[in-house]
Structures are given as structure tokens and as C-alpha cells.
């Protein structure tokens, strides 16, 4: 027969109240470190849509001033009006094209997961079943 004290069932409440307290210690340690991958992802995304706001003003803009100017050139030099002005939009165009994609390759999250807060979760989830094997094991 067992001894079944209340000594002993003192002794085991605490221990499970220490390995709960611990757990919630470690949970709310890994959704702090969950908020900050977030916000830093959030800061990346925040810079790949300012690149692509001024990538539309630099085309407005390019539109507007170097467009006509392009254009009065390449009529001078011999061009018809309609042919210099596709020119001039065609390479304005595919400016405007180019900067729009590196900004929006930044706002994308694809790959942006908490790398850290899950390999965190795995690693505290091995320690307690660790744990659970050892008491699960008879003393030797």
C-alpha cells in the first residue's frame, strides 16, 4: 500500500501549481515575442507601400515634365508628333513599372511567419514532454 498523506498531496499541488505558473510565464513570454515579429513585419510591409506611393508621384511627375519635353525633341529631330509621343510614354511606362514591382515584392508578407515564436513553441513543447518521460519513469 501507498502512503497517501496529506503531506504528500500537499507537496504534489505545489509542484503542479509551480509547473502551471511556469507554462503561463512561458506563454506569455512566447506571444511577446510573437507581437514583435509581427510589428516588425508590419514595419516592412509600411516601407514597401511608401516605396510604392512615391513610385506613382515619380510617375505623375515624369509624366508631366519630362513627357512634353521628350516629345517637342523628337518632333524636332524629324519624328511625327503621334510616334514621338508613344515613344516617350512607352519608356515612362515601363519605369513607372518597375519601381511599382520592387514596392510591392516589399509588401507582400509571404515568408514573413514568427520564425522565432514557433521554434520557440517546438522547442518548449519537447522540454515538457521531456519532462512528462522523466516522471513517467520509475527511480532506478
Avoid at 506611393?53 to 518632333?75: D, E, M, Q, T, Y
Avoid at 520592387?102 to 519537447?126: I, M, N, T, Y
Amino acid at each position: 500500500m501507498r502512503d497517501q498523506s496529506p503531506e504528500s498531496d500537499t507537496g504534489v499541488a505545489g509542484l503542479f501549481s509551480e509547473v502551471l505558473a511556469a507554462v503561463g510565464r512561458l506563454v506569455q513570454g512566447e506571444l511577446r515575442l510573437a507581437r514583435a515579429e509581427a510589428a516588425d513585419s508590419l514595419r516592412s510591409v509600411g516601407a514597401g507601400l511608401a516605396k510604392l506611393a512615391a513610385a506613382g508621384v515619380i510617375a505623375l511627375v515624369a509624366l508631366n515634365l519630362l513627357a512634353g519635353a521628350a516629345v517637342a525633341a523628337l518632333v524636332e529631330a524629324g519624328l511625327g508628333a503621334v510616334g514621338a509621343a508613344l515613344a516617350v510614354g512607352l519608356v515612362l511606362a515601363l519605369v513607372a513599372l518597375l519601381l511599382g514591382l520592387a514596392g510591392r515584392s516589399e509588401v507582400q508578407l509571404r515568408g514573413r511567419k514568427p520564425r522565432r515564436f514557433l521554434d520557440g513553441l517546438r522547442r518548449d513543447a519537447q522540454a515538457v514532454r521531456a519532462g512528462f518521460r522523466q516522471e513517467g519513469s520509475p527511480d532506478v
